[in-house]
Each structure stands twice: as structure tokens, then as C-alpha cells.
């Protein structure tokens, strides 16, 4: 069975504070690993996709990378902005669902 | 279009009763999506549609649930005999056909309130 965990469950940064956001999944067949940012009481907002070991993306202060097993959401100098739940997901060739972790709560303070 | 818009935003209904929500996609993604979000965890997926046909379905949706896409355009999601454990935001995305780079685009749900 698909399963995905992320961690820390919540970090708390001050403002120009870099840090990492870790993603471990185990998936049959993984079709891409996928990044979402969810501020409270809105609906996830894509950030981006990854589909093979060794790929990198950016946006903005974020870059996400990918191994076999992990995959990481690396903030650079944060902004208060940035807080939010930064979900990970992971989608399987045999099949449409996206299966979520519980996500990774973000706090930058000034 | 502004994007996957969702109706109602809140709903309060006493258990037993029957809800229905409604979704209006993003006009050209011809895939739409119904997941479940309890306080402190991920969404969870409930069913998906390509067009008007419903092709997965997760174990979570009982047969309390029922979900239709008429014409593959805006969909509905119905709760009958309404449960405490029903009480959740219901999300619904949209999404073009093999456009996994740009992922869904989400609602900002709909909060049910089962007392």
C-alpha cells in the first residue's frame, strides 16, 4: 500500500532561517511526487511536480528534490509569507488518487 | 473562470439529514476530483471523474455517498443519513488530461458541520 509520511509535523523559523521539509514515500509504481502549500481554511495550491530520481525544481525560495525513497522541500532566507502546510503527495501509475501526508506546518516569525 | 469554485462554503446539518455539494471545474479540465480533509491530516481521495464517468472510487466512499458529473461539467457530491464522522472539508480539484506538471487545481471547500 501507498504510504507517505512528511516531518517535521511542525517547524517554527525565524525570518532568513533556511531549512528542510522531508517526504518519505513508498509507492508501486510512482507516476510523480507532488508539492502543495495550504494556507488555513483554503484549498492546497500546487507548487510542483517530480517524477524521477534526481530531478530538481524551484520556485521562488523553494526547491524541491527527489530520491528513490525521499523527497525534500528546501526553504531558502524564508519570509513570514511562506507560512503554511506544505503537503506531499504521491501518485501511482495504477491509478488517478494522489495520497497525501499529513503535511508539514510552517511558522516563520519576523 | 477564477478557478474550482465550491457550494457552499459552510454547512451545519443535523445527523441523519442528507447533503448535497456542488463543484463547478475549471471549464476545459475534463478531470475532476472529490477528497476528504479531517482537522490535522492530508486530503483523502474519494472518487474521480474523466468527463461524466466515474473511473475510481476509494473504499472510503460508502454507499451513504454518491457522486455524478452530468454532461462532464460541474459535479455533485450527496451525503445521505449524515454521520459525526462525516464532519470534514470536502474538497474538489480539476485537472487537464496527462497535465501532471501543472497538478490540480483546488477549491477552498466546502466545511461540514454534523451535530
Known amino acids: 500500500e501507498d504510504q507517505v509520511t512528511q516531518s517535521p509535523e511542525a517547524l517554527r523559523l525565524q525570518e532568513g532561517e533556511s531549512s528542510s521539509l522531508n517526504c518519505s514515500y513508498t509507492?508501486?509504481?510512482?507516476?510523480?511526487l507532488f508539492w502543495y502549500r495550504q494556507d488555513p481554511g483554503k484549498g492546497p495550491e500546487f507548487l510542483f511536480t517530480?517524477?524521477?530520481a534526481g530531478e530538481e525544481k524551484e520556485k521562488e525560495r523553494l526547491k524541491a528534490t527527489l530520491t528513490k525513497k525521499e523527497s525534500f522541500l528546501h526553504i531558502t532566507a524564508p519570509k513570514p509569507e511562506d507560512s503554511a502546510t506544505y503537503l506531499c503527495?504521491?501518485?501511482?501509475?495504477?491509478?488517478?488518487?494522489?495520497?497525501f501526508g499529513k503535511g508539514t506546518s510552517l511558522l516563520v516569525t519576523p | 473562470d477564477t478557478g474550482v469554485s465550491q457550494d457552499p462554503r459552510h454547512k451545519i446539518t443535523k445527523r441523519g439529514q442528507n447533503v448535497t455539494f456542488r463543484c463547478d471545474p475549471i471549464?476545459?479540465?475534463?478531470?475532476l476530483y472529490w477528497y476528504r480533509q479531517t482537522l490535522g491530516q492530508g486530503p483523502e481521495f474519494l472518487t474521480y471523474?474523466?468527463?461524466?464517468?466515474?473511473?475510481?472510487k476509494s473504499r472510503l466512499l460508502s454507499d451513504r455517498f454518491s457522486a455524478e458529473r452530468p454532461k462532464g461539467s460541474f459535479s455533485t457530491l450527496e451525503i445521505q443519513r449524515t454521520e459525526q464522522g462525516d464532519s470534514a472539508m470536502y474538497l474538489c480539484?480539476?485537472?487537464?488530461?496527462?497535465?501532471?506538471?501543472?497538478?490540480?487545481?483546488f477549491g477552498s471547500g466546502t466545511r461540514l458541520t454534523v451535530v
Open positions: 509507492v508501486s509504481g510512482l507516476r510523480g
Open positions: 503527495a504521491v501518485g501511482a501509475n495504477s491509478g488517478y488518487a494522489l495520497n
Open positions: 471523474f474523466q468527463n461524466e464517468a466515474q473511473l475510481e
Open positions: 480539484a480539476s485537472s487537464l488530461t496527462q497535465q501532471d506538471n501543472y497538478g490540480y487545481t
Open positions: 517530480l517524477y524521477s
Open positions: 471549464s476545459e479540465h475534463n478531470r
